[in-house]
Each structure stands twice: as structure tokens, then as C-alpha cells.
């Protein structure tokens, strides 16, 4: 049985293009506004209207990515009345706008140094904190890409402070090392594809999050922070940042919000759209290449 903040986000994630006020979404966790808020943001980080925030940009992206959807339809389907309000949120979050997004996808998110991955140096920090420690796999994993960030918010969100990819095997955690991050309150947030164990195909590939809380940087000191990945809860946030080498790994992943959703085609990926979604692209009059499944 969900519980009352579970039950909330499953009617984000189904009526996200609904305008949805407070007082509807704590009515769907049978709880005064009041106390909603509270517990909704103790369990996920964020209130409940980023939550919803976050939700709309994350579905935005898989319609960028899934149809052929002009970017003004894009934004009405996911409950946004000005254009101009859609494409500044979005671009503050994923890193790009909808158009560059929808064009880089394509072509594929890929980091500025495979061979050998660093983190991104900040054009000013002096004197700058370091962020290091290790990652691993839960039990059940062989090996995983991971991207960690340094994040302003717990939402994988805009580019973070500091980054870099490395690769952990289960017998063998990986160690990271996030220099040049200013002093301040900062959220260590790690996004991996993982290889399971289990020797299913459909079940080999999975996305994996890493992260708790906040960690105070301060200048020219170390602050240890190791993550174990796990796999993705419902009280997760969505992933809005274009990963690096990740992106179409969260994208189409079948273990994501959104359950009922099949892994696709690169270019033709299902998706499943909430209620409102359905509704929205209905009366936009639109039949492309996505399949939608009834819970």
C-alpha cells in the first residue's frame, strides 16, 4: 500500500499537466496542507510543489525525445500556459534549451573527455573545498558508470559545481575526487547504469542513484562522502540535468516513475503519459510514435 507522500506523487506523476493546486495533491494523501508539506518534504527534500515542478520538465524531456511534438505543444501537454515560462525552466534545469535538448539527444549526450574524465573546474573559486570518497554497487551488480555531481539542490537540476564519471565494479568500489568546489551547503548526487547479475537481457541494465542529505564544503579542506548506489524509490525526484553518457539510460528506463513503461528504440521510444498528458496530446490531435498503456 503506497503511503500518504507515495500516494501524493503518484497523482503528480499522473496529472501533471493538470493545473494542480496544494490542496489537491495533500487531498490525495488524505492530510491537512499543513501537514502534507511537512512530511511530503522530510521524505523527498523539496516541497511538493518543486516536486511537481520536476515532474513536468522530466516529462517534457521524454516528449522531446519520444514525438515530434512542437516545443508550444510540448509545454501545454505538461501543464504549462507560457511558452516563455516552459523554455526558461527548462533550460535552467536539464542545462539546454528544449530545442538544444531534443538536437543533442539525438546525437547523443556524451561527456567532453571519455578517455579520461575530470570534474569541470568553476571559472572563479579561490579558495576552493574538495568533495571525495567512494562509490559501489548494491548486492546483485557487476559494473556501473557512475556520474557524480556537486548539486545546489537535492534535484539533479542545472549544471552542477564540480563533476566526473567513473567506473565501479562490485568487487572493487570506485573513488572520486570533486575539486574546486566552493565553501558552502552542497548536495553530493551520484547517477549510474548498472549491469546486474541476473542473467535475464531485459533485466541486465539498470539506473541506479546515489546521495543523501547535504555536505558542508569549506575552503581548502576534504570532505569525505562515500555512496552506495541503490536502485530508484518512488519519493526519488526525477532526473532533469542532461547527464552525460546517462541521458537515454533514465530516459527509457522501465523501473522509473512511470511504471508500465517498455524500453525502446532510440529514436522511438514508448512512453507513458499521466491522464492529463493523454488528454493534452489528444486534443493537440497527435498519433506519433509513442504507445499508451492504461494502469
Known amino acids: 500500500m503506497f503511503s500518504p507522500v507515495e500516494s501524493a506523487i503518484a497523482r503528480m506523476w499522473e496529472s501533471y499537466g493538470e493545473p494542480l493546486s496544494l490542496s489537491d495533491i495533500a487531498k490525495s494523501a488524505i492530510l491537512s496542507r499543513f501537514h502534507f508539506c511537512r512530511v511530503f518534504r522530510e ?107 556537486a548539486f545546489e539542490t537535492p534535484i ?16 572493487s568500489p570506485a573513488s572520486y575526487r570533486l575539486t574546486n568546489v566552493p565553501p558552502g551547503e552542497w548536495f553530493i548526487r551520484a547517477v549510474a547504469e548498472a549491469d546486474s547479475a541476473d542473467p535475464e537481457p531485459w533485466t541486465r541494465r539498470s539506473l541506479l542513484v546515489g546521495g543523501q542529505g547535504s555536505v558542508t564544503v569549506t575552503a581548502s579542506a576534504v570532505s569525505e562522502v562515500d555512496i552506495t548506489l541503490r536502485a530508484r524509490r518512488p519519493t526519488d525526484l526525477p532526473i532533469l540535468f542532461a547527464v552525460p553518457d546517462l541521458e537515454g539510460a533514465h530516459l527509457g528506463d522501465p523501473d522509473g516513475p512511470e511504471p508500465g513503461a517498455e524500453r525502446g528504440p532510440r529514436r522511438t521510444m514508448p512512453m507513458l503519459a499521466g491522464t492529463a498528458g493523454r488528454a493534452a496530446l489528444t486534443r493537440l490531435g497527435y498519433r506519433g510514435h509513442y504507445r499508451l498503456r492504461d494502469r
Open 43 to 149: 521524505a523527498t527534500g523539496v516541497s511538493p510543489g518543486r516536486f511537481l515542478s520536476a515532474v513536468r520538465i522530466y516529462q517534457a524531456k521524454r516528449l522531446l525525445v519520444s514525438t515530434s511534438l512542437s516545443v508550444t505543444d510540448i509545454s501545454l501537454a505538461v501543464g504549462y500556459n507560457s511558452l516563455g515560462s516552459f523554455t526558461n525552466r527548462f533550460t535552467e534545469s536539464v542545462g539546454a534549451s528544449p530545442t538544444r535538448f531534443r538536437r543533442m539527444w539525438g546525437e547523443g549526450i556524451r561527456a567532453e573527455d571519455k578517455a579520461a574524465p575530470a570534474p569541470q573546474v568553476p571559472d572563479s573559486c579561490s579558495p576552493c573545498g574538495t568533495v571525495a570518497g567512494l562509490v559501489g554497487l548494491p548486492p546483485d551488480y557487476l559494473k556501473a558508470r557512475v556520474y557524480l555531481g
Open 156 to 171: 539533479i537540476q542545472r549544471r552542477p559545481l564540480a563533476w566526473m564519471i567513473v567506473d565501479t565494479r562490485s568487487a
